[in-house]
């Protein structure tokens, strides 16, 4: 019996010998397997940060010529609005100058026309349109406009009056 057991013994020992050879050539396969799965993963990781430093430097460098004409535009458009706020000054002081030149001219006429006889100055006026009739008897003292309308034939009188009654600007009426 002890032979018998001892024989047992050895014979489970052999089989159980060859069960963990076969679990470690399994294993040894999976072992591989896995190895060369990893290696593509790493692979596949690498090629994916590539891609990704690739497409972060092509954004940036788009970023940066984007950036670029934005600052242009921005440089452009200072120099527009510069030229803008230039251009409306020299409007406004040519308002300015024409308005002086205006008032100067008015002030002429109507110290050339004070100074007139009011037959004479009746009779200018009297040829005169309307409206360039009324806006230089605009600049007259009521007295000499008075003096100088009552010279003037009725009709073209009146005409003027009413103009004048309108205020000026004076414009011609159609």
């Known amino acids: 019996m002890k032979?018998?057991?001892?024989?047992?013994?050895?014979?489970?020992?052999?089989?159980?010998?060859?069960?963990v050879y076969?679990?470690?050539?399994?294993f040894e396969q999976r072992k591989a397997e896995l190895s060369s799965k990893i290696?593509?993963?790493?692979?596949?990781?690498?090629?994916?940060?590539?891609?990704?430093?690739?497409?972060?430097?092509?954004?940036?460098?788009?970023?940066k010529i984007l950036l670029q004409k934005e600052a242009d535009i921005n440089a452009t458009l200072q120099k527009?609005?510069?030229k803008e706020k230039n251009l409306k000054n020299i409007i406004a002081k040519?308002?300015?100058?024409?308005?002086?030149?205006?008032?100067?001219?008015?002030?002429?006429i109507s110290q050339t026309y004070s100074k007139m006889k009011d037959s004479a100055a009746a009779q200018i006026l009297s040829n005169m349109k309307e409206y360039e009739a009324a806006r230089i008897l605009f600049n007259l003292q009521a007295k000499k406009i008075s003096k100088i309308m009552a010279?003037?034939?009725?009709?073209?009188?009146?005409?003027?009056?009413?103009?004048?009654?309108?205020?000026p600007p004076f414009k011609e009426m159609k």
């Open 80 to 82: 527009i609005n510069l």
């Open 22 to 26: 076969e679990c470690n050539q399994i």
């Open 39 to 63: 290696e593509k993963i790493d692979e596949d990781r690498e090629a994916l940060e590539a891609l990704r430093a690739a497409t972060n430097a092509l954004l940036d460098k788009k970023k």
């Open 151 to 167: 010279k003037m034939p009725p009709d073209k009188a009146s005409k003027i009056t009413e103009i004048l009654v309108k205020g």
């Open 3 to 19: 032979i018998l057991l001892s024989m047992l013994f050895f014979i489970s020992l052999l089989f159980s010998a060859s069960n």
């Open 94 to 108: 040519n308002k300015e100058l024409l308005k002086a030149i205006k008032e100067a001219k008015d002030d002429k």
